[in-house]
């Protein structure tokens, strides 16, 4: 390695070229050293320890979860809401290969990417929170508890995070320039397309449907039947709303990547799906009235839990609405980026709502669970991770450019 | 009718109405309320109005399962303080006893002894993703610790809060419940450690049929000495424990709005969605994605015609 650096016409290695972005050990070295890579190494300085402590002394001394609080923000936060979230690579892929919107087509592979990684650290969270975490196959391959809708969702996480890896495939494969391999799974992406969408609508339902067997400790106005239908409707909405936030904010921090850079073309994609998430968003909040009719819990919004209800309802969901189809009308791109955060923050907030602040809500308030901060540590240490891993990938894989040694996916 | 007329529209929304043109088998008939259960299953009749409070049967509990904190029985006796904040079942306790006031006399106080109520249809059964949980024809809902994984759905979805985690346990923490003493009750005569060392004869054991006759004779042949309600007789669909108390169950610590619904009948209806939506969905998906294929090639062959026109018009 050493005898190629030395010469005059530098010419990188395999491992150089694909791991070290065509630079030698030391550059690539020196070149990591930015603020945000500070901020990230004294996050994980901090958080790494807190994992081992986790994996050593068990969840009582590291975690504020109780007998009568069993689920906290490793629940609540990390699977549910990252779940939610993560729904963008099964929403985009729907619009691009189902129904044929070409326009979208440049959006398939970062939001798959979100998608399988929002999966994969929802899932290495949920390892920190299972009692016995090395047992995470057993549902799959010890017992199969078919009556749980836990197995459900266990299994079609696991199916679904498959189906992503399917969809990401062509740009690893791309990157490593492995041309067979390529068209092998350029072929395989419908199908994972189509049963990544029977997954997706059936996983994200029935995470809510978790909440089912619990009427007697979910507020009224959060419970209902039609739980598995909100859970669905909102990760649709969440999907949209972070493929707004994450296609703004990578052809920003990677525009150097995009070669013929076509901001307005970008602007317009956003006006689209800011629309098609003011309209999810009408529909799921007509959803939302009509399961407060159905249980008829109109008293209820009259006590502090209401006006909480309200605030979310409203506030995050009405709202978000109505001022994004106003943004869509009148061309205001930049709002609509804008209120998509709020309507990520409003998910987040939903999410939340039904795994902690209305849960167990019949208990006296010692009895409640606030988080330990080493939950919060673990949960902000994962997510970093998460974002590392995201932009090592970025750097490397063909995902926001065409490869030129390859024709583009036809959509 | 009215509930199953609810669960009719919630497949149409969610199924997009293919899932009642399909039929979706069971899921009608899997009802709890049309499930007899095991006729021979063993009950335990709790008379809040006779017990002293001495709490043998928590020691009796904690020798026969070996659980850790065990103390000498007349330690649990003397104890008073530990009544002034109402317990529930932890790691190392599966059932504890608790004191209320009684409004009817104010110098005899209530005694409820609390544990596992062995549901007929248990919550934590249809949670487990594991299937670590057993409902036993003997009545015993007990728990396999060799499957468990510890996501402890089985605490959130108990309503009646009574199983705990073994939270400081690092490596192999289980979840922990009464287990009805399952090998001692399946043998012949055998009855629970609990029900074995009481003195004043607070519970009974024997089979639930006979347990319900005995629990609505009592309240007949004692009038006034019962609120008319055996808690567990219809609460979530029927438990194998059953209690009798002289003041409304929501004054001693019971809920009294459980309804009367199996807790797993509640999933039910989603569960039977699964399968339709793996024949619905790939269908109308390749149905929708035909229609673009056939689209796209239109527009390709316009787009030719219009080439050649041009080319020949030149």
Not at chain 1, 355 to 369: C, G, K, P, Q, V
Not at chain 1, 395 to 411: A, G
Not at chain 2, 235 to 242: A, D, K, Y
Request: with cysteine; aromatic share 14%.
């Amino acid at each position: 390695m050493d005898a190629t650096t030395a010469t005059t016409d530098f010419k990188p290695t395999w491992v150089q070229e694909k791991l070290f972005l065509g630079m030698t050990w030391k550059e690539y070295l020196r070149s990591n050293y930015t603020p945000f890579n500070a901020v990230a190494a004294f996050i994980l300085a901090i958080g790494i320890p807190v994992i081992m402590y986790r994996l050593l002394y068990g969840l009582g001394p590291s975690t504020n979860l109780s007998d009568n609080n069993p689920w906290g923000i490793w629940i609540g936060f990390d699977m549910l809401c990252g779940v939610a979230l993560a729904a963008g690579g099964f929403v985009i892929g729907t619009a691009v290969h189902l129904f044929g919107m070409k326009d979208y087509g440049f959006l398939f592979r970062p939001a798959v990417l979100t998608g399988f990684l929002g999966y994969l650290f929802a899932i290495i969270a949920l390892t920190f929170d299972l009692g016995r975490y090395y047992r995470i196959p057993y549902p799959m391959v010890v017992s199969w508890g078919v009556n749980s809708v836990l197995f459900l969702v266990a299994w079609h996480v696991a199916l679904y995070l498959g189906c992503q890896f399917v969809e990401w495939c062509p740009a690893i494969w791309e990157w490593l320039n492995l041309k067979k391999l390529r068209k092998i799974f350029v072929q395989a992406t419908l199908a994972a397309t189509i049963f990544g969408v029977c997954l997706s609508m059936l996983h994200q339902s029935a995470l809510g449907s978790i909440f089912l067997l619990m009427p007697e400790k979910l507020h009224p106005l959060w419970y209902s039947e039609y739980i598995p239908l909100w859970f669905f409707m909102s990760a649709i909405v969440g999907g949209l709303a972070m493929t707004i936030i994450e296609s703004m904010a990578s052809h920003r921090i990677f525009t150097h990547q995009i070669k013929n850079s076509d901001p307005e073309h970008l602007d317009r994609v956003t006006l689209g799906l800011g629309k098609a998430t003011s309209v999810t968003l009408f529909a799921y909040f007509f959803m939302k009235v009509i399961g407060l009719a159905h249980g008829n819990n109109w008293h209820y919004l009259d006590t502090p839990y209401g006006y909480w209800y309200l605030v979310e309802i409203i506030g995050f969901v009405l709202i978000p609405a109505m001022v994004l189809m106003y943004a869509v009308q009148n061309n205001h791109v930049r709002m609509v980026r804008g209120w998509a955060i709020v309507v990520v923050i409003g998910i987040i907030l939903n999410r939340v709502n039904h795994s902690i602040i209305a849960f167990n809500w019949h208990l006296s308030w010692e009895d409640r669970y606030v988080p330990h901060w080493m939950e919060i540590v673990l949960t902000v240490t994962i997510i970093t991770i998460g974002i590392l891993t995201f932009r090592w990938i970025m750097n490397r894989m063909p995902i926001l450019y065409d490869h030129p040694d390859f024709e583009p996916e036809k959509h | 009718m009215m509930d199953s007329d609810r669960r009719t529209f919630l497949k149409i929304l969610a199924g997009a109405g293919i899932t009642t043109a399909l039929g979706v088998p069971g899921s009608a008939s899997a009802d709890g309320d049309l499930l007899p259960g095991y006729p021979d299953q063993f009950g335990v009749l709790v008379d809040t109005t006779v017990c002293i409070g001495c709490r043998r049967c928590e020691w009796a509990c904690k020798e026969w399962n070996k659980l850790r904190d065990q103390k000498a029985l007349k330690e649990y006796e003397k104890d008073q303080a530990v009544f002034q904040k109402a317990r529930r079942t932890n790691a190392d306790t599966f059932t504890v006893v608790n004191r209320f006031n009684n409004p009817r006399d104010q110098t005899k106080p209530i005694y409820v002894k609390k544990q596992c109520m062995h549901c007929y249809e248990p919550g934590c059964a249809s949670s487990c993703f594991v299937k670590a949980f057993t409902k036993r024809p003997v009545g015993a809902v007990t728990y396999d610790a060799s499957l468990c994984v510890g996501c402890r759905y089985c605490m959130a979805a108990c309503p009646f809060d009574m199983p705990a985690y073994q939270y400081d346990n690092a490596f192999t923490p289980e979840v922990t419940k009464c287990n009805f003493c399952f090998d001692r009750i399946s043998k012949e005569g055998g009855v629970p450690a609990c029900v074995g060392i009481c003195p004043v004869e607070t519970m009974t054991f024997g089979k639930r049929t006979d347990l319900i006759d005995l629990a609505h004779k009592k309240i007949r042949d004692n009038r006034g000495r019962y609120v008319n309600h055996v808690y567990g007789e219809s609460e979530v669909g029927g438990t194998s424990w059953l209690y009798l108390s002289s003041v409304p169950f929501n004054m001693i610590g019971f809920r009294t709005d459980l309804g009367t619904v199996p807790i797993p009948t509640l999933s039910k209806p989603f569960l039977s969605l699964v399968s339709p939506v793996f024949i619905a969905i790939p269908a109308l998906a390749m149905g929708v994605y035909s229609f673009k294929k056939r689209r796209d090639k239109l527009e390709e062959e316009e787009i030719k015609k219009a080439l050649e026109k041009k080319k020949e018009s030149k």
